[in-house]
C-alpha cells in the first residue's frame, strides 16, 4: 500500500481499526516489554493512537512514516517528535537506537526484509525490536482458509507476511535474534462470509496490495467463493491472538 493510500484513509483509520480500545490494548502489551528510562522508536507510527497510549504510560516516544496524512494526526498528539520516513531507508544513525516498535506495519506495503535489515542496523548491540504483527495467526474457518489462499497468491514470496514462521529467519539472516512472543491476548470477532466479501471490494485487499490486472481477478475470484460458502449471511467466530514478538540486536 503507498503513502497516499494511507493519506486517504487517514480520516477514518482509527475508529475503523478498534479505536482508542486496540491502541491502548497494543500500549499494554508492549509497554511492560520497554525500559521507560530510553526512548522509543515507533516504525510506522500512523495517525500516532498507539504511540499516544505508549506515552499516557510514561514512555517517550519518537515516530516516523511514511504517509504525511497520517503523520499529520501523529503530530497533532506526539508534537515534533514524528518524521516523514520510509521504513526501508530509516535516517538513523547507526546503532544508535536502544528500542523501536512497529504495531501493524509489516503486512502494510513495505517488504518486511528491508525493514528487518534496517531495523538490524538502527539498533545498538543488544537492542529490541517489538512487532505486533496484523496477520501473525491464520484463522482456520472456512473464511481463513480462502482470506489465506487469496494472500499467498497475491504475495508469493511472503514479503508482506508478518508470522513468527516468516520474519524470524529474515531477521537471523540479518543479526536479530528472534526471542520468541510474548503478551499474548486472545481475540476474538465475527464475520460473515458475505461481510467479508464486501470488505475485499471496499479495500481491505486492494488497499494492503497494489490490486490491479491479475491481483484484480484474484480477489474477485475469492469474493465469488466466499459467496458460495454454505450460509454466507451467517458470521462465523473466528478466535485469534494478538501478540507481541520480540528480536533483539546480536551483540
Ligand atoms: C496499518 S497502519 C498502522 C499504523 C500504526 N502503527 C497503528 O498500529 O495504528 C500502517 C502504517 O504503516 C505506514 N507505512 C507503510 N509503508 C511504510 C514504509 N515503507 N515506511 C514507513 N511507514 C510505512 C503507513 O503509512 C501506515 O501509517
Given at each position: 500500500?503507498?503513502?497516499?493510500?494511507?493519506?486517504?484513509?487517514?480520516?477514518?483509520?482509527?475508529?475503523?481499526?478498534?479505536?482508542?480500545?486496540?491502541?491502548?490494548?497494543?500500549?499494554?502489551?508492549?509497554?511492560?516489554?520497554?525500559?521507560?528510562?530510553?526512548?522509543?522508536?515507533?516504525?510506522?507510527?500512523?495517525?500516532?493512537?498507539?504511540?499516544?497510549?505508549?506515552?499516557?504510560?510514561?514512555?517517550?516516544?519518537?515516530?516516523?512514516?511514511?504517509?504525511?496524512?497520517?503523520?499529520?494526526?501523529?503530530?497533532?498528539?506526539?508534537?515534533?517528535?514524528?518524521?516523514?520516513?520510509?521504513?526501508?531507508?530509516?535516517?538513523?544513525?547507526?546503532?544508535?537506537?536502544?528500542?523501536?516498535?512497529?504495531?501493524?506495519?509489516?503486512?502494510?506495503?513495505?517488504?518486511?526484509?528491508?525493514?528487518?535489515?534496517?531495523?538490524?542496523?538502527?539498533?545498538?548491540?543488544?537492542?529490541?525490536?517489538?512487532?505486533?504483527?496484523?496477520g501473525?495467526t491464520r484463522p482456520t474457518d472456512d473464511i481463513g482458509v480462502l482470506v489465506g489462499e487469496?494472500?499467498?497468491?497475491?504475495?508469493?514470496?511472503?514479503?508482506?507476511?508478518?508470522?513468527?514462521?516468516?520474519?524470524?529467519?529474515?531477521?537471523?539472516?540479518?543479526?536479530?535474534?528472534?526471542?520468541?512472543?510474548?503478551?499474548?491476548?486472545?481475540?476474538?470477532?465475527?464475520?460473515?462470509?458475505?461481510?467479508?466479501?464486501?470488505?475485499?471490494?471496499?479495500?481491505?485487499?486492494?488497499?494492503?496490495?497494489?490490486?490491479?490486472?491479475?491481483?484484480?481477478?484474484?480477489?474477485?475470484?475469492?469474493?465469488?467463493?466466499?459467496?458460495?460458502?454454505?450460509?454466507?449471511?451467517?458470521?462465523r467466530v473466528r478466535k485469534s491472538a494478538?501478540?507481541?514478538?520480540?528480536?533483539?540486536?546480536?551483540?
Open positions: 500500500m503507498k503513502a497516499a493510500e494511507f493519506d486517504e484513509i487517514a480520516p477514518g483509520y482509527d475508529e475503523s481499526r478498534g479505536g482508542t480500545e486496540r491502541a491502548a490494548g497494543f500500549a499494554g502489551m508492549l509497554a511492560p516489554l520497554l525500559d521507560p528510562a530510553r526512548p522509543v522508536l515507533d516504525i510506522g507510527v500512523g495517525t500516532g493512537i498507539v504511540a499516544a497510549e505508549l506515552a499516557a504510560l510514561g514512555h517517550t516516544v519518537h515516530g516516523l512514516d511514511l504517509s504525511p496524512g497520517m503523520l499529520a494526526r501523529a503530530r497533532a498528539r506526539l508534537g515534533a517528535r514524528v518524521a516523514v520516513a520510509d521504513a526501508c531507508r530509516l535516517p538513523v544513525r547507526s546503532g544508535s537506537v536502544d528500542q523501536a516498535v512497529s504495531t501493524w506495519l509489516l503486512h502494510a506495503g513495505p517488504d518486511n526484509r528491508a525493514v528487518l535489515a534496517e531495523v538490524a542496523r538502527i539498533l545498538r548491540p543488544g537492542g529490541r525490536y517489538l512487532v505486533i504483527p496484523a501473525g487469496l494472500e499467498d497468491r497475491l504475495d508469493p514470496d511472503g514479503s508482506r507476511r508478518d508470522g513468527p514462521e516468516w520474519l524470524a529467519p529474515i531477521a537471523a539472516a540479518h543479526g536479530l535474534v528472534y526471542e520468541g512472543t510474548a503478551s499474548e491476548r486472545p481475540t476474538s470477532f465475527a464475520v460473515s462470509p458475505r461481510a467479508m466479501a464486501e470488505s475485499l471490494t471496499r479495500g481491505l485487499f486492494t488497499g494492503a496490495w497494489a490490486v490491479g490486472g491479475e491481483a484484480t481477478r484474484l480477489v474477485d475470484e475469492t469474493r465469488s467463493r466466499l459467496l458460495a460458502l454454505p450460509d454466507p449471511e451467517v458470521p494478538d501478540v507481541v514478538l520480540t528480536f533483539t540486536r546480536r551483540p
